[in-house]
């Protein structure tokens, strides 16, 4: 039988994107209508904006594993989060966690290796980009990480929270990631990462300016490879 597979939300766009992709990937490889079992706990996003913006990270940390406990609690046997930037406190919450988890820049990274990659830049929250949630992980692939200037990520950081979290997507924005995309292309970059599911649904990859490594549907793939294999 298929792993029952646990989502640890953080954002409804990032936890529906994941999901759909999950439901809507399984029948080519299991058949018509089929998927594994798939639960999905979430906290408000406000409730870890609160410790984030505090630089608690030990609070996102609890709140991560109280949605760990309560989807271990109906049988999920493997765990995914699509919030890239929750990942900063990973190892403090698989390390205390009963239920393997997978991490959403291996599933990148694996992605990346394969397709040749070995300078990518990052698009995301302004956490995401100055923290070590990539850089650490694509060291183990042999990749380099870049990202934007920093006057780039405030703005970033900007569109998203005021825009991509809530469904608001515009032309505007969209032609402004293309524009940061095209500064990693000029600085050698060879792939953009997007980190955050309202970039996934904003950028159209084929007009991006480099190839895109979306995240939240890689997380999902890996996570369903994953409960298909034999124990």
Same mark, same amino acid.
């Given at each position: 039988?298929?792993?029952?597979?646990?989502?640890?939300?953080?954002?409804?766009?990032?936890?529906? %994107?994941?999901?759909?992709?999950?439901?809507?990937?399984?029948?080519?490889?299991?058949?018509?209508?089929?998927?594994?079992?798939?639960?999905?706990?979430?906290?408000? $996003?406000?409730?870890?904006?609160?410790?984030?913006?505090?630089?608690?990270?030990?609070?996102?940390?609890?709140?991560?594993?109280?949605?760990?406990?309560? $989807?271990?609690?109906?049988?999920?046997?493997? %765990?995914?989060?699509?919030?890239?930037?929750?990942?900063?406190?990973?190892?403090?919450?698989?390390?205390?966690?009963?239920?393997?988890?997978?991490?959403?820049?291996?599933?990148?990274?694996?992605?990346?290796?394969?397709?040749?990659?070995?300078?990518?830049?990052?698009?995301?929250?302004?956490?995401?980009?100055?923290?070590?949630?990539?850089?650490?992980?694509?060291?183990?692939?042999?990749?380099?990480?870049?990202?934007?200037?920093?006057?780039?990520?405030?703005?970033?950081?900007?569109?998203?929270?005021?825009?991509?979290?809530?469904?608001?997507?515009?032309?505007?924005?969209?032609?402004?990631?293309?524009?940061?995309?095209?500064?990693?292309?000029?600085?050698?970059?060879?792939?953009?990462?997007?980190?955050?599911?309202?970039?996934?649904?904003?950028?159209?990859?084929?007009?991006?300016?480099?190839?895109?490594?979306?995240?939240?549907? %890689?997380?999902?793939?890996?996570?369903?490879?994953?409960?298909?294999?034999?124990?």
């Amino acid at each position: 039988m298929p792993k029952h597979i646990g989502i640890v939300a953080c954002s409804a766009e990032g936890a529906a %994107l994941c999901y759909r992709t999950l439901c809507g990937e399984a029948p080519a490889r299991m058949g018509e209508y089929l998927h594994p079992e798939v639960s999905m706990h979430t906290y408000p $996003l406000g409730d870890y904006m609160v410790h984030i913006r505090s630089g608690n990270w030990d609070g996102v940390a609890e709140l991560m594993l109280s949605s760990a406990e309560k $989807l271990s609690s109906i049988g999920a046997e493997l %765990l995914i989060c699509p919030g890239n930037t929750i990942h900063e406190v990973f190892e403090q919450v698989a390390g205390s966690s009963s239920v393997p988890w997978i991490h959403i820049a291996d599933a990148v990274g694996a992605e990346a290796k394969s397709q040749g990659y070995t300078r990518v830049g990052i698009v995301g929250t302004k956490y995401l980009m100055a923290g070590s949630v990539y850089s650490e992980r694509f060291g183990r692939f042999g990749i380099s990480c870049e990202i934007p200037d920093e006057k780039d990520r405030e703005r970033i950081n900007t569109i998203i929270f005021s825009q991509l979290v809530n469904g608001i997507y515009t032309s505007e924005s969209r032609l402004y990631f293309n524009e940061v995309v095209r500064k990693f292309r000029e600085r050698g970059c060879d792939a953009v990462i997007l980190g955050c599911v309202g970039i996934s649904l904003i950028v159209d990859p084929n007009t991006c300016p480099l190839p895109v490594l979306d995240s939240t549907r %890689l997380l999902a793939r890996a996570a369903l490879k994953k409960a298909l294999e034999e124990d």
